[in-house]
């Protein structure tokens, strides 16, 4: 995969997660208060948020207080100039935003992020550490803690369907390293050794039509017909498919 044309990013640390990681009533009360801060406050994927083909957002937000990106000639975000609602929230945990290692210019504000925008974007989401391959779309620009990796570029149904397939599953326990226990890493280093053959249009848009259905309703039957349809992809016999199909992962 390093050879397609895709970019592959890992989610925010914030350093803290308790200060600027919030529930639904946090992040009702700021804006309450505040509608402003409604500016700086998105919402964010955990790691347990994200299955094979399903997202499931629990109403957890992050309040963005990025550093800028001055690339594009963005400001960082000045908390107690421009958000004193939010800096009165974050003043609460100073002390230990103050010593974190992980900050911006100001002790309110998050890390330097050169791929902020990609946030932004339609992408796949997934997590590190798990011992089955869960991939899924992001259409609504959630963004994502540090548990978390996610992909931009073209052709991403069809590079969900592979990334999802048991034959991928298969290939990947050949490659990855474990955590010691029962769960692999599926980092980027990893992701750029999976073999994916680029797609004619009418193979691409009959993937993309059955990786629709399994977002709707992931049921075994959608699953396996995607995995056949891979195996065909890359002209496997009815031994290999067994093989693969029967291996203890």
Not at 71 to 95: A, Q, T, W
Not at 146 to 165: D, V
Not at 194 to 202: L, N, R, T
Request: hydrophobic share 35%.
């Amino acid at each position: 995969m390093k050879d397609w044309d895709i970019n592959i990013y890992r989610g925010i640390l914030t350093g803290y997660n308790e200060a600027f990681i919030i529930d639904k009533r946090t992040r009702d009360d700021l804006i309450k208060v505040s509608p402003k801060n409604a500016e700086i406050i998105r919402p964010i994927l955990r790691g347990r948020d994200i299955k094979k083909y399903a997202i499931k957002f629990a109403d957890i937000w992050l309040i963005n207080s990025h550093n800028g990106l001055k690339s594009k000639n963005i400001n960082r975000v000045d908390i107690k100039e421009d958000y004193p609602v939010v800096y009165n929230h974050l003043k609460k945990y100073e002390g230990a935003l103050q010593k974190r290692l992980d900050q911006g210019d100001d002790w309110t504000n998050l890390r330097n992020c050169a791929y902020l925008d990609d946030f932004n974007k339609e992408k796949i989401v997934w997590l590190e550490l798990t011992d089955k391959p869960n991939f899924a779309l992001d259409t609504k620009g959630y963004y994502l803690n540090n548990t978390i990796f996610f992909m931009t570029g073209p052709h991403l149904k069809y590079l969900l369907a592979f990334l999802n397939s048991r034959l991928c599953e298969w290939y990947f326990d050949k490659i990855a390293a474990t955590s010691g226990v029962g769960t692999r890493r599926w980092i980027k280093m990893y992701i750029d050794q999976i073999c994916i053959p680029p797609p004619d249009k009418e193979f691409e848009c009959k993937i993309t039509t059955l990786v629709d259905r399994a977002e709707i309703e992931p049921s075994e039957k959608v699953l396996k017909e995607i995995d056949f349809n891979i195996y065909n992809s890359f002209s496997l016999n009815s031994t290999e498919i067994s093989f693969i199909e029967s291996a203890v992962l």
